[in-house]
């Protein structure tokens, strides 16, 4: 099997489960999570089914295209399904089916691995499935997205894509993966596994980044206050990106660390909160008419009553 | 009438760790709703898999059982006016829903009453269960849990199917959403779905036929016969591993041993990182020779029948060589440079943005580590001392400790030994975070514990310095672990300790901080004795007289347990207890106890108060620096008379200065000696 094969059959399979077959982000992102087809769809109460494939970016595992096994860039399959269904394990075993997994023939197991993304407020509860001991995929409940409980949940599968065609194929070289029947992954990956490599451990200048990480910042701020969540969502992006990068070279420290990913995260948590209100503002247009105008009216008395909750406090405030 | 019943909960795959407590919780919680309902039974017995949590009583009697129960309603005495029943009467039985003529004389303690006799219980058990089980299952807790349809009802995972069977048929009852019926899952991939069952033993069989062993003792027995037989097939044994094994039989619904082979090269690693890898990362148990020598041959349990066409164990192989390829490639590019080449780069890591980095953290332990050495007598030679310490922190510059960030020290550890270092000096390297847990054991050799103690104590007194406090749950960088890691370690090897002189000597600390830290510190002393089974009382009398060692507060709060149930122990805690009042009172009114005094007035109780203070303070002050605790209980436990007899005869407060100022130095002086031994007025009696 090509690479390409194994991304159409997955993109196919779940094209027939009523997903939307998306595109990559095109902000550079370190894992499929970070697309807003998944960050923004899962809030909210609207259904959502969708399929991508994101090229996901970790600077740390660069290995200068030495290493066979570790990429600073690699493919994920992200799919999510909102609400999950009941049998949503078992439909994610078919995928597996559909890639030419015989399952009787394998071990397969769902090995407890529960997500959490600092940065993002975001945790959920769920497995690495493994195929034989190899982890071929993330299997996650999500319960928390910037910071805001989620209602309905989302199931999230995502599949790396290497990872499981060196499986399938018995290559033990990523850069030996087929891309196509004439192309190899490694004539099209390799020299860029060197570049970046080389620009995000000996090149990229720290200094400037932290500049950067001050200047994506004070934009993301500024478009918040002008509610415009989608483009401070892609700054905030930049930042993970640059938080990322100087992650890298150890130009953070623990303490750092913290201070720099709740900063992050506070503009993250205004990015969540200000697209459940724009899709509020539009009155839920994916739910049923019926269930939108339930929602609408939900979320009328909840502001209703954090607003009585509110007027409470104050006035305990003044008479105290 | 006697009927078996049946629960089974089915759910998405539970972790394993969580499985062995959430089957003990849903065992008891069970025994105790059949108890308390008056449900006759003959036991529970709990089973399960990652998918399943099932709950089996053989024998389970059909009905409550009934009991007579008296109602009483007015005393006989008011029952009655002019032969006719009275309004209190008539109330009564209106209330209770009977008539007047069923109500009769009933003989109490306090005198005769009406009221009836009726019969309650008498339920059905199948009733009883399905108003009792959601209930019950709803109050299990895991150490992680999730919603998925509504976020009030929480489980560790989505329930998808329910069996509640009360001798073949239904107990109607819903669980998160799902309602109970007859029929189960087999295994995901060799398994049907909607198996029907009728009973326990139609279930086990029906399930064992759908690949699921669902008894864990019937999946534990085959794992370790499978693997006893690949291990004795590779000419080695198994090595055994408890923890691996119990998680392997819940992760697994039909276990099956498969056993894989690795290069030989790859046993140029150290066993450790061998271990490591195969255990913490695949799950897989490692084969040893007679001698104890790893031999290349890994056991790994698969969740199913066989391997088909070898392609299961061509997989395991595949994922432990590319591990192995990596560990070994560290293994030799981290032999490149020696630990005390790779000191100088640890100026670059940072240990705490305000701390410094772990070069300054290095600079600060060796002092340390050399005032620790010689404050408990742990006797460990000035250059071996000055080796443990200055490579102790090198493995953060390797890839092998960037790798596996768990096993760093034993790395370090490890690299000193393959550089030649002595082994007194690596085995102090490689033991240097133990003990990671109240579980775990101290670091065996005494460099080690003088590393460990110098590592944690400058980490703690370093966070309190720059107001790295934890609070509530929150404490990041685990001074709470630390710091009980250093109790258990002074206590573990009997060393002598004072935490005060540490404080004293850092000076990174002003009065209030080391105050602070103190507190903190006793904290966890408090912990760690209430953890050994001594009562509340007893620990805080015990640190009343000071908490700087904690061996010597165990010495003490030992002694005072053994002696407290002893009545004249008991009557000196509660003349303490006076005293202590006397003394706090007088000091908040602003007496001093300066001053002169003289003879005036003195009485024969007070007078032999006065003798004994003189012949006890000085040695119990003995004893007690003797450690001598017990005995010197005793000594203050023997003048329970003489105190008696003051507090009976003579006035402290006496209206005289001079008086009340003697009588109060007399017990201060008596409060103070004992003091030393401990704060018995804090015992409860």
Redo the contacts between chains.
Sequence with gaps: MTFQQLMLALMDFWGRRSCVLQQPYDVEVGAGTMHPETFLRVLGPEPYRVAYIQPSRRPADGRYGDNPNRLEKHHQLQVILKPPPADIQMIYLESLTAMGIKLEEHDIKFEEDNWEWPMGGATGVGWQVTLDGEEISQFTYFQQTGGLDLLPISGEITYGLERILMYLNDVENVYDLPWNEHVSYGEIRRRDEFEFSKYYFELADIDRYFRLFDEHEAEAKHLLDENLVLAAYDNCLKCSQLFNVLDARGAISVTERVHVIARVRSLLGRVARGYVEGRLELEFPLLDREAALREVERARQRAEQSSKKRNKKRNKERTG | MKGEFLLEIGS??I???AMDKALNDLGAGFEELLTESDLEFDQVRTLGT?RRLVVHVPSLTERQKTRKVTTLGPPNSIAFEDGKPSRALEGFARKAGVGVDDLSVFDTERGEYMGFESEVGGRMASEILSEGIPGLVRNMSFP?M????D?GQRFV??I?WVVALFDGTVIPLELYGVSAGTASDGH???GSRAIRVSGFDDYLRKLEQNYVLVAQDARRQKIEFELERDAVAHGGRIIADAALLEEVVF??EFPSV?AGEFDSRFLELPREILITVMRVH?KYFGVEDADGALLPYFL?V???KE???G??R???E?????RLA?ALFFWEVDGKKTLEERREGLG???F???LGSYSDKLARLLPMAASIDEMTGAGVAPDVLADVVGWSKSDLMTDLVGEFPNMQGVIGGLLARREGASEEVWRAIYEQYRPASLEDSSPRTMGGVVLSLADRLDTLIGCFSIGAVPTGSED?LGLRRHTQAVIKMLLDHDLPFSMRVILESDRRLDREGQERLLGFYEDRLRFILGRAGFAYDEINAAIGAGSDSPVDVQRRVEALHDVRESPDMVAIAGAFKRIKNILLQSAKKGEGLDGDTDRREMEAEEQALEELVDRVEPLVAELAAAGEYRRALDEMAGIRATVDAFFDRILVMHEDDVIRRRRLKLLKRLFDSFLEVADVSEVVV
């Design positions: 998405e795959e972790p394993a760790r990652a992680k999730m919603y998925w349809t976020p995972r989505p998808r995901r991939v060799l992760i697994n498969v695949l790994a698969m969740n199913t391997d088909v066409n392609r299961i061509k997989g395991h595949r994922v432990l060589r590319a990596d670059t890591v940072v705490q943005k305000e990041p």
